[in-house]
């Protein structure tokens, strides 16, 4: 009765730094997302995919990375950490157009 | 012009109130439509689908517009328990996030 998980639930960076979010869901569902969502803010869509091998820029591409070797799993790479990306990250995942199923989010300083 | 837009509140209101919020989208060829409640930068959680015909649960009641390319909450009788942030999500291949409207509810 897993749904969406993610890891880690905390981190910090350093400036420059790299680090990948994970992100796995166990329903099958075919879309996958990735989102952040900053202090007061709303949830900004980053990436997202319709299918395994299939990922497509959201609004806030800028910075990040990722792919979707598999139905399963849709890491979130960030490769030169900056502090504009501190942030709550969450990843999301639906089947068809249903509703979005939400891992319990990422919290991510950039130090 | 954002995609999704909703009016950021934030709205304070007493027990027993009826409150409503509306959210805007850009795209007309979005398909589907939800209303998701987030507390405390926790994960959103779905309040509600929102059908063509307008639906109701309880307390809450959602519409589409399509001509006007809008949707809207209604909340009635408000709770101590409903202060959150109501995020309304437009949906093509991508889920587009509304900023969010804070409520308070006071006793």
């Known amino acids: 009765n897993a749904g969406v998980t993610q890891t880690p639930k905390f981190r910090i960076l350093k400036i420059g730094q790299s680090m990948t979010l994970q992100c796995a869901q166990d329903?099958?569902?075919?879309?996958m997302y990735w989102y952040r969502q900053d202090p007061g803010m709303g949830l900004k869509l980053i990436y997202y995919s319709v299918g395994a091998g299939i990922t497509d820029k959201g609004e806030v591409p800028n910075g990040y990375n990722v792919s979707r070797s598999t139905t399963e799993d849709f890491p979130l790479r960030l490769e030169l950490a900056a502090p504009s990306q501190t942030s709550v990250y969450f990843c999301?995942?639906?089947?068809?157009?249903?509703?979005?199923?939400f891992g319990s989010g990422t919290q991510l300083s950039v130090l | 012009r954002k995609e999704v837009e909703q009016d950021p509140g934030p709205f304070n209101v007493p027990e027993g109130a009826t409150v409503a919020f509306n959210c805007t989208y850009s795209n007309s060829a979005s398909q589907s439509f939800f209303w998701y409640r987030q507390d405390c930068r926790k994960e959103p959680k779905l309040l509600m689908s929102v059908y063509s015909s307008g639906n109701e649960d309880g307390r809450f009641t959602a519409q589409l517009n399509r001509a006007s390319q809008y949707i809207s909450l209604l909340i009635r009788d408000s709770k101590l328990s409903d202060s959150a942030t109501y995020l309304c999500v437009v949906n093509g291949n991508d889920m587009r996030f509304g900023a969010g409207t804070r409520l308070t509810v006071k006793p």
């Open positions: 999301a995942s639906r089947q068809g157009f249903e509703k979005l199923f």
């Open positions: 329903m099958n569902h075919n879309y």
